[in-house]
């Protein structure tokens, strides 16, 4: 890409500014300036195509772009000097007018002259290269053939099939590559995709229809197959028009060729009169006509709403993009990535020229290629054509590569990591810093959304609502995907209900991005697969401070020995990965006097005893720890107090009574901790004392801690409380009557406390909660006398079988929302 484009792109936008501000202000060179700017903008639309397809001009274009920029500029110098002269003086702005004309037609010479012949040159040069490929085709074909032939085994059999599969071959070839658009359908199952679209076009309820998926997946392939299936094409009477929008889309001649099919007018350009469609054309009325327009390549919202509000009646919309559009989709339909059995046959063909893994080939070590893919057909592509022909060594570098998320040659940057890369160009600074920290966690693996939140919240400096705000564009340009529990998105929904998941191929980008430059100047210093020991480049600049503000370390069991020297002095976060019984906490952390957020996760078979917990000691700023699978460490009365912890999350691990008051006092150490959670701790059968006397507390959420049976007495020490979470404790058959002294809760969750009989006689006390949410509490057979003076009190959630006792309230308080909901049944867990 020429430098001389971006100058163009710059000085036309500054020059369409100014041009716009005098149509609007100016009285005499309104009319010269329009003219000038819809010149303008025609060059600035054509600059900014060329700039996005990545192509070189040659120097005497270059050159030519120039003078045109200097003719610019003088275009910005007088409009300068117009905004500047007085409206009233006449003869100035009859001179000033006359300038613009003059610079209006010397752009116009250049656009409608030197620019229309250098287009029909490269026209020309495509055709006579196009003919040099079919002629290096025919070629091909016409020696196969011969060969075939020599070999004398007869006719039919396997011979014919290899005939047959070698055109097919050579026509994908010509379509696009093995690395492009086209390409081969071997295997690649498009059946179940061109079913589900089939049937939602079908729907007469439906008129806009969306395919999504990430970039690579067969979106556009599978666009192409639903515009020429026979049942289509007989649904739709062969009233149908393929569009390809594009990223620098000229909106007024995608809308002057959706106008034209409508109305049955193919001539109909830009420059024709645009007839008004509420629901008429020009005043004649369309009758409904059965009619399909599919837009390909769709980037923006702001390019999509026009064109999907010229729909004519009868009309159905299919949009083909890597985002979701909610505002616009009606229903969509997510592009799966491949099956193994058909990842496998789309790699061999790439990398063998053949649809199965041919005998000479190391098997197991193309399988494990095959893997890093993850069913994405653009890398099964890329990746299987950039290893054909090369050798068993070559191989099993590109596979050590590709599980360190590294591209391994040039062809996998630039055709699959490049253009995976155009998704994230187009989002925002801050929205860009969130993706790249995605490659901090392991591939394969649920990222709990809490921790990414925390982390968010620390790094970036912004709150929880706009980082779950930032996780949901992410999902909707598919560059995540949520996986939510069935209460997500309500009022007082915790955020480790929800986990994240990344396609590899895009946590390998972010992995790419973030490995930009000297590795002790990145802000990202991630290890990106576990490994013995730390990389051995991280030892080797071990001698000078790291930038990181983000840390991601991943191995197995560490001693104190394993350990190198390491200056992080501005690291935020530090997340610990591991898989043993035994783990050494780095002797570095206690160098670390920015660490804001503590990530320590297990994902070995049992829980991990942590030494050198005494570093923690060191870690005066920490915000937020989550400890996971690990038992809980034991923390001194003489533990320094840490003011400005925030938040603890305990998952999966052994409590082994370290929260006790006789071992701990929790106030002291953690005098401001607002939100406690301790999920799936088995081991933990009645609350700690120590935990009742944390008045800083407003949420504690005990979640499915399957061996608890009582809550100590206590609870009304926590004052400040205002959420509590008790749910999935399938022991415990009661509630503490201190509970109804919690003044300022507002949100009560008990639900799968299948055991819980009933609620406390005081409730009608909690005069703050404006939710309960009892699901699954089927012993609950009345309520208190006291539950209708919950003032507060906006929503129930329920079964069926307990909604009953609370009809005496709903009829006495019509504003309560009482809601049913039926049981769920889920096996989700069993992911991890």
Same mark, same amino acid.
């Given at each position: 890409?020429?430098?001389?484009?971006?100058?163009?792109?710059?000085?036309?936008?500054?020059?369409?500014?100014?041009?716009?501000?005098?149509?609007?202000?100016?009285?005499?060179?309104?009319?010269?300036?329009?003219?000038?700017?819809?010149?303008?903008?025609?060059?600035?639309?054509?600059?900014?195509?060329?700039?996005?397809?990545?192509?070189?001009?040659?120097?005497?274009?270059?050159?030519?772009?120039?003078?045109?920029?200097?003719?610019?500029?003088?275009?910005?110098?007088?409009?300068?000097?117009?905004?500047?002269?007085?409206?009233?003086?006449?003869?100035?702005?009859?001179?000033?007018?006359?300038? %613009?004309?003059?610079?209006?037609?010397?752009?116009?010479?250049?656009?409608?002259?030197?620019?229309?012949?250098?287009?029909?040159?490269?026209?020309?040069?495509?055709?006579?290269?196009? $003919?040099?490929?079919?002629?290096?085709?025919?070629?091909? $074909?016409?020696?196969?053939?011969?060969?075939?032939?020599?070999?004398?085994?007869?006719?039919?059999?396997?011979?014919?099939?290899?005939?047959?599969?070698?055109?097919?071959?050579?026509?994908?070839?010509?379509?696009?590559?093995?690395?492009?658009?086209?390409?081969?359908?071997?295997?690649?199952?498009?059946?179940?995709?061109?079913?589900?679209?089939?049937? $939602?076009?079908?729907?007469?309820? %439906?008129?806009?229809?969306?395919?999504?998926?990430?970039?690579?997946?067969?979106?556009?392939?599978?666009?192409?197959?639903?515009?020429?299936?026979?049942?289509?094409?007989?649904?739709?009477?062969?009233?149908?028009?393929?569009?390809?929008?594009?990223?620098?889309?000229?909106?007024?001649?995608?809308?002057?060729?959706? /106008?034209?099919?409508?109305?049955?007018?193919?001539?109909?350009?830009? /420059?024709?009169?645009?007839?008004?469609?509420?629901?008429?054309?020009?005043?004649?009325?369309?009758?409904?006509?059965?009619?399909?327009?599919?837009?390909?390549?769709?980037?923006?919202?702001?390019?999509?709403?026009?064109?999907?509000?010229?729909?004519?009646?009868?009309?159905?919309?299919?949009?083909?993009?890597?985002?979701?559009?909610?505002?616009?989709?009606?229903?969509? /339909?997510?592009?799966?990535?491949?099956?193994?059995?058909?990842?496998?046959?789309?790699?061999? %063909?790439?990398?063998?020229?053949?649809?199965?893994?041919?005998?000479?080939?190391?098997?197991?070590?193309?399988?494990?290629?095959?893997?890093?893919?993850?069913?994405?057909?653009?890398?099964?592509?890329?990746?299987?054509?950039?290893?054909?022909?090369?050798?068993?060594?070559?191989?099993?570098?590109?596979?050590?590569?590709?599980?360190?998320?590294?591209?391994?040659?040039?062809?996998?940057?630039?055709?699959?990591?490049?253009?995976?890369?155009?998704?994230?160009?187009?989002?925002?600074?801050?929205?860009?810093?969130?993706?790249?920290?995605?490659?901090?966690?392991?591939?394969?693996?649920?990222?709990?959304?809490?921790?990414?939140?925390?982390?968010?919240?620390?790094?970036?400096?912004?709150?929880?609502?706009?980082?779950?705000?930032?996780?949901?564009?992410?999902?909707?340009?598919?560059?995540?995907?949520?996986?939510?529990?069935?209460?997500?998105?309500?009022?007082?929904?915790?955020?480790?209900?929800?986990?994240?998941?990344?396609?590899?191929?895009?946590?390998?980008?972010?992995?790419?991005?973030?490995?930009?430059?000297?590795?002790?100047?990145?802000?990202?210093?991630?290890?990106?697969?576990?490994?013995?020991?730390?990389?051995?480049?991280?030892?080797?600049?071990?001698?000078?401070?790291?930038?990181?503000?983000?840390?991601?370390?991943?191995?197995?069991?560490?001693?104190?020995?394993?350990?190198?020297?390491?200056?992080? #002095?501005?690291?935020?976060?530090?997340?610990?990965?591991?898989?043993?019984?035994?783990?050494?906490?780095?002797?570095?952390?206690?160098?670390?006097?920015?660490?804001?957020?503590?990530?320590?996760?297990?994902?070995?078979?049992?829980?991990?005893?942590?030494?050198?917990?005494?570093?923690?000691?060191?870690?005066?700023?920490?915000?937020?720890?989550?400890?996971?699978?690990?038992?809980?460490?034991?923390?001194?009365?003489?533990?320094?107090?840490?003011?400005?912890?925030?938040?603890?999350?305990?998952?999966?691990?052994?409590?082994?009574?370290?929260?006790?008051?006789?071992?701990?006092?929790?106030?002291?150490?953690?005098?401001?901790?607002?939100?406690?959670?301790?999920?799936?701790?088995?081991?933990?059968?009645?609350?700690?004392?120590?935990?009742?006397?944390?008045?800083?507390?407003?949420?504690?959420?005990?979640?499915?801690?399957?061996?608890?049976?009582?809550?100590?007495?206590?609870?009304?020490?926590?004052?400040?409380?205002?959420?509590?979470?008790?749910?999935?404790?399938?022991?415990?058959?009661?509630?503490? #009557?201190?509970?109804?002294?919690?003044?300022?809760?507002? /949100?009560?969750?008990?639900?799968?406390?299948?055991?819980?009989?009933?609620?406390?006689?005081?409730?009608?006390?909690?005069?703050?909660?404006?939710?309960?949410?009892?699901?699954?509490?089927?012993?609950?057979?009345? %309520?208190?006398?006291?539950?209708?003076?919950?003032?507060?009190?906006?929503?129930?959630?329920?079964?069926?079988?307990?909604?009953?006792?609370?009809?005496?309230?709903?009829?006495?308080?019509?504003?309560?929302?009482?809601?049913?909901?039926?049981?769920?049944?889920?096996?989700?867990?069993?992911?991890?």
């Amino acid at each position: 890409m020429a430098v001389t484009d971006f100058f163009v792109g710059e000085i036309a936008t500054e020059l369409i500014k100014m041009l716009t501000q005098i149509v609007r202000k100016s009285i005499v060179c309104k009319s010269s300036a329009g003219r000038l700017l819809a010149i303008v903008e025609q060059l600035y639309n054509i600059t900014q195509e060329i700039k996005y397809s990545g192509v070189e001009l040659p120097e005497a274009r270059q050159f030519r772009l120039d003078q045109v920029s200097e003719e610019m500029k003088r275009g910005i110098e007088l409009c300068q000097k117009i905004k500047n002269s007085s409206r009233w003086n006449a003869y100035k702005s009859l001179q000033y007018a006359k300038k %613009l004309e003059k610079i209006e037609k010397s752009i116009n010479r250049f656009i409608q002259g030197e620019m229309q012949l250098n287009m029909w040159a490269d026209i020309h040069q495509i055709n006579f290269r196009s $003919m040099e490929r079919f002629d290096r085709v025919d070629g091909s $074909m016409r020696s196969l053939e011969q060969q075939v032939t020599e070999m004398r085994i007869g006719s039919g059999g396997w011979v014919q099939d290899a005939v047959q599969f070698q055109e097919q071959l050579g026509q994908s070839m010509l379509e696009g590559g093995l690395g492009g658009r086209g390409g081969p359908n071997v295997g690649v199952g498009l059946e179940v995709g061109k079913r589900k679209v089939r049937e $939602m076009l079908g729907r007469n309820d %439906l008129g806009i229809v969306g395919i999504v998926g990430i970039g690579g997946s067969g979106k556009t392939t599978l666009a192409k197959e639903i515009f020429k299936d026979d049942q289509v094409k007989g649904y739709f009477d062969d009233k149908m028009l393929f569009l390809t929008v594009s990223q620098s889309p000229n909106i007024d001649n995608l809308k002057a060729k959706m /106008y034209g099919f409508l109305m049955g007018n193919d001539s109909m350009t830009s /420059y024709d009169r645009m007839p008004p469609w509420i629901p008429q054309y020009g005043g004649r009325t369309l009758d409904p006509v059965q009619s399909l327009i599919v837009l390909d390549d769709v980037w923006k919202l702001k390019d999509l709403e026009p064109l999907v509000n010229i729909k004519g009646p009868g009309c159905k919309i299919l949009v083909v993009s890597r985002f979701r559009f909610p505002t616009i989709f009606q229903v969509h /339909y997510e592009v799966e990535c491949l099956r193994d059995d058909e990842a496998i046959t789309l790699f061999c %063909l790439s990398a063998f020229e053949q649809t199965s893994i041919p005998p000479e080939a190391n098997e197991n070590l193309v399988k494990q290629v095959v893997n890093e893919c993850k069913g994405l057909p653009l890398a099964l592509k890329v990746i299987g054509a950039s290893l054909r022909d090369q050798p068993e060594m070559y191989w099993e570098s590109a596979r050590n590569r590709l599980q360190r998320g590294q591209p391994f040659c040039d062809s996998h940057e630039i055709n699959l990591l490049e253009r995976m890369k155009i998704s994230f160009d187009h989002l925002e600074k801050k929205v860009k810093e969130c993706f790249l920290d995605l490659g901090s966690f392991p591939e394969d693996r649920r990222i709990p959304l809490d921790i990414l939140i925390n982390m968010w919240v620390e790094v970036h400096d912004i709150n929880e609502q706009d980082a779950f705000l930032i996780l949901v564009e992410l999902s909707n340009k598919n560059l995540v995907s949520l996986i939510k529990n069935s209460r997500v998105g309500e009022i007082y929904s915790s955020y480790y209900e929800v986990f994240v998941i990344q396609h590899d191929v895009l946590r390998d980008l972010a992995l790419h991005l973030s490995n930009q430059g000297e590795i002790y100047e990145r802000e990202r210093l991630v290890m990106p697969k576990r490994e013995a020991e730390l990389p051995r480049e991280w030892e080797r600049y071990s001698d000078r401070p790291f930038n990181a503000r983000i840390v991601s370390i991943h191995t197995g069991e560490m001693s104190e020995m394993d350990w190198p020297r390491m200056e992080l #002095p501005k690291a935020e976060v530090l997340i610990l990965n591991f898989a043993s019984n035994e783990y050494f906490l780095p002797p570095f952390i206690e160098d670390m006097p920015k660490l804001r957020a503590l990530i320590v996760i297990n994902q070995g078979t049992s829980n991990a005893v942590l030494r050198n917990f005494s570093v923690f000691n060191s870690l005066v700023n920490l915000r937020s720890l989550w400890l996971e699978k690990v038992n809980v460490p034991h923390l001194s009365n003489t533990t320094i107090p840490f003011t400005k912890m925030r938040k603890i999350s305990l998952i999966l691990c052994k409590i082994n009574n370290s929260l006790d008051h006789s071992v701990v006092d929790l106030p002291q150490i953690f005098p401001c901790l607002s939100d406690l959670t301790i999920d799936h701790c088995d081991d933990l059968t009645e609350l700690p004392s120590s935990i009742c006397s944390m008045q800083s507390l407003k949420s504690l959420s005990i979640t499915n801690c399957h061996g608890l049976k009582k809550l100590r007495p206590g609870l009304e020490q926590l004052t400040n409380l205002e959420i509590l979470r008790i749910y999935a404790c399938p022991n415990l058959r009661a509630l503490p #009557p201190g509970i109804c002294e919690l003044r300022c809760l507002k /949100y009560l969750d008990i639900s799968q406390c299948v055991n819980l009989a009933k609620l406390p006689d005081r409730i009608g006390n909690l005069m703050s909660l404006e939710k309960i949410d009892m699901r699954e509490c089927s012993q609950v057979r009345y %309520l208190p006398k006291s539950a209708s003076g919950l003032q507060s009190l906006r929503s129930v959630i329920c079964d069926e079988e307990v909604s009953p006792v609370w009809r005496d309230v709903v009829r006495a308080r019509p504003c309560l929302n009482l809601q049913v909901v039926e049981k769920c049944f889920t096996l989700d867990w069993l992911d991890e």
